[in-house]
């Protein structure tokens, strides 16, 4: 069960934020001042701080508490502002946030960043990527070339349409390990795709189907109930 730390000075915020995040199935803690924020960060551990920006001095603001949580760590930080302007959102991503909510705001629309800041967190700290400027990805006899943009399987090169290249890409950035339908949505199209809900099932199966020619081995494995999975059979 993940532990989330709400810290917000406006009463009525943090009582619905801990209701509802309760229901939803989370540990909550609160904070109402930057200090006691800081304070539960250490003594908690948890696992995502939804953040409020404005909180009553003497004491750290959000962007103070946001820089300070990120020196420690890759601590996923959802931040919540009454400002919406460009300067204000620049400046709370600049301060470490990783997702950042205007309020008023939908407590639907909360929990379901929540839960994308959390996937990919267990994604980075479970699985370490290969890094970001490698020229080459390899999987048993599979190699993805990022800057020809093609792959080979042997001695076979596959041609891949510009979607295929980056769902191989992301299973290759991430192998052996069970990719929900859900990750490889946020990753490979956007968070806000509203296409069919069987886009990654097909694309899946296209991909699959071109590994797989010349009687080549299955590498994408179905894991049933929960995703796809990089692995050898």
């Known amino acids: ?4 730390l709400v810290v917000d000075d406006d009463p009525r915020i943090l009582s619905m934020l801990k209701r509802g995040l309760l229901l939803e199935g989370y540990e909550v803690e609160t904070a109402a001042t930057g200090q006691e924020a800081l ?8 696992d995502l701080v939804v953040l409020d920006v404005m909180l009553p001095e003497p004491g750290p603001d959000g962007l103070e508490i946001s820089r300070s949580l990120r020196q420690n760590g890759p601590l996923p930080i959802l931040m919540l502002t009454a400002k919406d302007t460009v ?4 400046a709370g991503l600049e301060a470490g946030a990783d997702d950042y909510l205007v309020k008023p705001f939908a407590f ?13 967190s267990v994604l980075n700290e479970n699985y370490q990527s290969a890094p970001t400027n490698t020229t080459e990805l390899s999987f048993a006899d599979l190699v993805l070339k990022l800057k020809e943009y093609r792959a ?3 001695n076979y090169s596959i ?3 510009a979607r295929e290249f980056k769902l191989l890409e992301f299973f290759l950035r991430h192998p052996r390990q069970v990719l ?5 949505l946020e990753n490979v199209w956007t968070i806000d795709y509203e296409g069919e809900s069987n886009v990654v ?4 199966r296209a991909l699959r189907d071109k590994l797989e020619a010349r009687n080549k081995s299955r590498l994408i494995q179905t894991v049933r109930g929960a995703g796809y999975a990089l692995r050898e059979e």
Do not use: Y
């Open 39 to 46: 304070r539960l960060a250490r003594q908690a551990q948890p």
């Open 159 to 161: 041609d891949l349409t």
């Open 180 to 184: 929900s339908r859900e990750m490889i």
């Open 87 to 90: 300067p204000d959102r620049v």
């Open 201 to 204: 099932d097909v694309h899946v």
């Open 108 to 120: 639907d629309e909360l929990v379901a960043r929540v839960k994308a800041l959390l996937r990919r």
């Open 1 to 4: 069960m993940s532990k989330i």
């Open 152 to 154: 080979v399987r042997g």
